[in-house]
């Protein structure tokens, strides 16, 4: 049996007072000693926890990802929307960007006019300087419901809108018309132009395709050096309107590896815009000229393009009047 | 026969059985049409070398000068198989004659991850340890092919296990000796299938060298007696002499390119790898063109790969390795082997950290780092096995059981749902591949999935239409001639400019391809194409009158 000290003896001391806790840590460590660290029990069922979480949040995953992505009705039932609305002016934006099926389904052309395009774009973010020249009005088509979201495209086509119809739901489709406020519609393009232009070159070919240009598909004239020589192309257009603006774009073709070009674009034979082509900026150099103080006459327009050396995927220039 | 022999054999049977099964749906792959030519090439060395020995050297360099980017003995078992199942015995064709060696040798790594796991965990451990490595999507593609990367893996794993072994107390039938002479012959197959087998020795190396240091732990463990990194008074790694001698052996036996002129072509090999070209790949919305890449890459590509709950295995798997060591090494864990923790440790983790190197070339999705995947699988199933023995002692089997078929499920579905598409599969994390597609991830590599619009392009091409197949070789494009896959009347097209089907794969860094088709064809209009979750893959154009 333990005695108890005797109060009145000369060994027995006080216990040492605790230490003063006014913010009350030392009470706060004490307690955290008591479950830190983790037993092997408590790590183990934390582990546990952890796969079990990862593997139902898995077979969720799986079960659901197909109701989250449109079938083959949902298709149809937009492609029948835009083949019933769809009029020139119109193009099909989409988002996500990779939604690239539209362009098996939806009409290519506006079906009431088979003479005009119907543009489906894939933009990865749609930004301001994207000008969506020639649109009127942007059909959104976009998942919802897909992994990862839709991307920002919407958001930023609502500022440009006077006017927002839908989003008609079809199925995990969703199909929103946006009026553009202020639609960008060229006087006249260089592509389109390129027909009637006069062309000088002695061993470079000048075409109007479709090239890529900073990941995405862009329509411009391509100028192209198929031997060693690297001489100058002219292109001379006569008697165009200016209008308010001469924009554009100076890029390389497939930012493929090579040397670069340098564009300058002329107007009556004085030098207005000039921009380079270089390996490295796979988006080009814009061209910009304000051409609000020249008389409103028709001018001669003069594009040349200097390769400063082998240019394999060729130089790709867009050009167009903005009135 | 035991059980662990039973589960380690039931495996390698099954992998061989399912690889065979699910083969033909697997495309050609790039690097495959090559090397199955050279398999053919190589295969008829040894006939010809045998008939007429004094002109042994004109006729490997003849024969071996297919392909010597890469050492001869992997394609050499590719030539081997296919003279076998395709030349004489008739029962595949040339493609999945060839493919048959890559199989043999995934089965090999079934067996012996099934037998490593039950050595760290017991039979539950080897029977989960090969599910964790085979269910992995990428891992799960990789066995069809007759490439390289799972071949040097299971070859690596295997000089590994062997290195292990010659060094510890569970030695089985084999003396210390045995074990030695076994991993130098494996380190040879492995310097003879892919270079990568260089890292491995000084990786082994080290884990013996910092095994070495036990701190607190004043004895082994029974798994570690006279382990691995014992120093003072005990066993030499002789493993790493038999490796120094035997590996360059057998890597220039295997590999008669090298039996003249050797040291030259050595150099000119290893330079070849020295300064690989950096192809260009996509990561988080960038294409990588050159270095120096980001460090994070390796980590955050298999993050996004490995289905979440094996990642979270996996995870778990490393952290209980470093907290043994821990443990062991503050004199608390007496029968844990220090050495064999580094060695699973630093095997997990080195061919990661290699390839996060920032001037080490950035492509081919997991496969530059796919020998971790093993020591990964292993340390998952063990992370596995032991919370079962924790959470409940009495019914510790039954609690590992669920927490694997919760981890192991939608794997298997996930799986069987990519499946032939391995080189396109992104994780749940990611958002599998439409998630992957909005991040800006590679959507694919290698122009395997070509295969899957064959079908489409023999019911539809216009007689005698010229193909531009783009990511998939014109080799390729012969050999599925060949085995009767696509039709004989169709050319092989050098571009779209000169095509009238084009096949185009998608690849970011070649997107201008496809405009130019658009251009050339007078169309943006897809004629077939194959999705995976909505994603496109391989879109199929045609100019006018050429798809009927």
Not at chain 2, 427 to 454: C, H, K, Y
Request: overall charge positive; aromatic content about 10%; some cysteine.
């Amino acid at each position: 049996m333990n005695e108890h000290p005797d109060p009145r003896g000369p060994t027995y001391r006080l216990p040492s007072p605790p230490p003063p806790d006014p913010t009350g840590w030392y009470e706060l460590r004490r307690r955290a000693r008591t479950v830190w660290p983790p037993g092997d029990r408590a790590w183990a069922s934390l582990f546990a926890l952890a796969v079990s979480a990862a593997g139902l949040f898995g077979l969720w995953f799986q079960a659901t990802l197909p109701g989250r992505l449109p079938s083959p009705t949902d298709w149809k039932a937009a492609a029948a929307v835009i083949t019933r609305e769809a009029r020139p002016g119109d193009a099909v934006v989409l988002a996500p960007p990779w939604a690239e099926r539209a362009r098996e389904i939806l009409p290519e052309r506006i079906p009431a006019r088979p003479e005009v395009a119907l543009p489906i774009l894939a933009f990865p973010s749609l930004d301001p300087e994207e000008d969506l020249r020639g649109v009127r009005r942007v059909w959104l088509l976009s998942f919802p419901g897909a992994p990862g979201g839709t991307g920002p495209v919407a958001s930023r086509l609502a500022p440009r809108a006077a006017s927002v119809e839908g989003p008609m739901q079809l199925g995990q489709l969703e199909l929103t018309r946006y009026d553009l406020e202020t639609p960008v519609l060229p006087l006249w393009s260089l592509v389109d132009r390129l027909p009637s232009a006069s062309v000088q070159t002695r061993d470079a070919r000048v075409t109007a395709e479709t090239r890529e240009v900073g990941f995405l598909p862009r329509s411009c004239v391509v100028a192209r050096w198929s031997g060693p020589g690297l001489d100058p192309v002219v292109i001379r257009l006569a008697s165009l309107p200016l209008g308010i603006s001469l924009v554009g774009r100076v890029a390389l073709a497939g930012n493929a590896p090579g040397g670069g070009a340098s564009v300058r674009v002329k107007v009556d034979g004085v030098e207005v815009a000039r921009a380079d082509a270089t390996p490295g900026r796979p988006a080009g150099q814009p061209l910009r000229f304000d051409a609000s103080r020249l008389p409103p006459a028709s001018h001669e327009v003069t594009v040349e393009i200097v390769p400063s050396g082998p240019v394999p995927g060729g130089v790709c220039i867009d050009l167009a009047a903005l009135p | 026969m035991t059980a662990r022999r039973i589960i380690s054999l039931s495996w390698a049977a099954g992998v061989l059985a399912l690889a065979a099964a699910t083969s033909p749906a697997v495309g050609i792959s790039r690097d495959e049409s090559v090397y199955v030519e050279a398999a053919a090439s190589y295969a008829r060395f040894w006939p010809e070398a045998i008939r007429d020995p004094a002109r042994v050297l004109a006729t490997a360099d003849r024969r071996y000068a297919p392909n010597h980017e890469h050492p001869g003995f992997a394609k050499g078992l590719f030539g081997l198989t296919r003279t076998a199942l395709f030349d004489i015995a008739g029962v595949t064709g040339e493609v999945q004659g060839s493919r048959a060696g890559a199989w043999l040798l995934a089965s090999f790594l079934a067996l012996l991850l099934s037998l490593w796991g039950c050595e760290l965990a017991g039979t539950l451990g080897g029977a989960l340890a090969p599910a964790f490595f085979f269910l992995v999507p990428r891992n799960f593609w990789h066995v069809h092919p007759a490439v390289l990367d799972l071949p040097v893996t299971a070859l690596m794993l295997a000089t590994t296990y062997a290195f292990w072994r010659s060094t510890s107390a569970s030695r089985g039938r084999l003396s210390t000796a045995g074990w030695a002479f076994a991993s130098g012959l494996l380190l040879g197959a492995a310097l003879g299938t892919k270079h990568n087998a260089w890292f491995l020795p000084p990786v082994l190396a080290c884990a013996w060298l910092v095994g070495s240091f036990r701190g607190r732990q004043e004895s082994h463990g029974p798994a570690s007696e006279g382990a691995v990194g014992t120093v003072r008074g005990h066993r030499f790694p002789w493993a790493l002499v038999a490796m120094a001698v035997l590996g360059p052996v057998v890597l220039v036996a295997t590999w008669p390119w090298l039996w003249h002129h050797t040291l030259p072509r050595v150099q000119a090999w290893l330079g070849y790898h020295l300064h690989h070209e950096n192809y260009p790949w996509m990561y988080m919305g960038t294409l990588l063109r050159e270095p120096p890449f980001p460090v994070a890459y390796p980590v955050v590509v298999t993050a996004l790969t490995v289905p979440a709950a094996i990642l979270v295995a996996m995870v778990g798997g490393l952290l209980q390795s470093a907290a043994r060591i821990v443990a062991a090494w503050r004199g608390r864990a007496p029968a844990v082997s220090i050495p064999t923790e580094w060695l699973l440790l630093l095997s997990s983790l080195f061919p990661i950290a290699l390839i996060a190197w920032p001037s080490v070339p950035h492509f081919g999705g997991v496969k530059h780092w796919l020998p971790a995947m093993p020591f990964l699988a292993l340390l998952g199933a063990r992370a596995l096995v032991t919370t079962g023995r924790l959470l409940w002692p009495a019914r510790a089997g039954a609690v590992t059981g669920v927490l694997a078929l919760l981890a192991l499920a939608p794997a298997a579905w996930q799986v069987a749902h990519v499946h032939p598409f391995g080189t396109a599969a992104w994780n749940e994390i990611a958002g599998g591949a439409p998630g992957a597609a909005t991040m800006g991830m590679q959507r694919q590599f290698w122009g395997d999935s070509t295969v899957a619009v064959l079908p489409a392009v023999n019911a539809h091409a216009a007689p005698g239409a010229r193909v531009w197949f783009q990511e998939t070789t014109a080799l390729a494009a012969r050999q599925y001639q060949r085995d009767g896959r696509l039709r004989r009347d169709l050319a092989v097209a050098a571009g779209p400019e000169d095509a009238d089907v084009s096949i185009w794969q998608y690849h970011q860094e070649f997107r201008d391809r496809e405009f130019r088709t658009w251009t050339e064809f007078r169309t943006a209009r897809p004629v077939a194409g194959v999705l995976l979750d909505e994603v496109p893959l391989v879109q199929v154009y045609a100019r006018p009158g050429a798809w009927r």
